[in-house]
């Protein structure tokens, strides 16, 4: 049964720390997606690859946020340094896209990350 | 103004009830209409998506777009306790590039009591 995988589940940490998140995609899927969900803000995109390269990161603070692509099985999300508002849940999706058109997300279970 | 607009809830009904869920979105380009299903503590799960306006059946599930009014909804007949989660719908949109994202609403909870 394949499964986006997240690591770690939970993590808690306080403000000025750096924060790494991780995500193996499906094997086989040729795009990653990074998604933050809040009670005020719901589900909101913060970044996207296709085939490794970043498509796609505008809904990303870019002063502490970063996301990388090591390889095809790895997805990064880092945030240095943290802030408490950075508090959410952070799901990666994998998919398989085509063209200009991109498939089924398939949803992992999520990093919840609280900032002290 | 939000793009896609969705009354959070709660939503509480008996088991066996009629759900209507509903979104409403005020962009024209959006193109494929998507609800997923988030159970707590797990990742949004595809539970239905249509391109064009009507209706499409799936077991107990029937989601319907309008596009003229930029209204989409999901109906859950004879509901179940296990249909308890949030429901999110979401749209796609083309960006820079000639790719396409999903834009999702805040989702409904929805709890179905025995």
């Known amino acids: 049964d394949a499964r986006v995988t997240q690591t770690p589940r939970h993590k808690v940490t306080e403000m000025g720390q750096e924060v790494t998140m991780r995500c193996q995609p499906i094997l086989g899927h040729n795009t990653v997606f990074w998604y933050r969900q809040t009670m005020m803000q719901g589900l909101e995109l913060l970044a996207y690859f296709r085939n490794r390269a970043p498509l796609d990161d505008s809904g990303m603070p870019k002063d502490r946020f970063s996301a990388e692509m090591p390889d095809a099985t790895l997805a990064t999300l880092k945030i240095q340094p943290s802030e408490p508002r950075d508090s959410a849940v952070y799901f990666c999706?994998?998919?398989?896209?085509?063209?200009?058109?991109?498939?089924?997300?398939?949803f992992g279970p999520g990093t919840r990350l609280t900032v002290l | 103004q939000k793009e896609v607009e969705q009354d959070p809830g709660p939503l509480s009904v008996p088991e066996g009830a009629i759900v209507s869920l509903n979104c409403t979105y005020s962009n024209s380009a959006f193109q494929y209409f998507m609800w997923y299903r988030q159970y707590s503590r797990k990742g949004p799960e595809l539970l239905m998506y249509?391109?064009?306006?009507g209706n499409k059946e799936d077991g107990r599930f029937t989601a319907q777009v309008d596009k003229s009014s930029k209204y989409i909804s999901l109906f859950i007949r004879d509901s179940q306790p296990s249909d308890s989660a949030t429901y999110l719908c979401a749209m796609r949109v083309m960006f820079s590039g000639g790719y396409n994202k999903l834009i999702f609403g805040a989702g409904t909870r929805l709890a179905v009591h025995p």
């Open positions: 249509t391109y064009s306006s």
């Open positions: 999706a994998s998919g398989l896209a085509s063209g200009t058109q991109t498939d089924t997300q398939y």
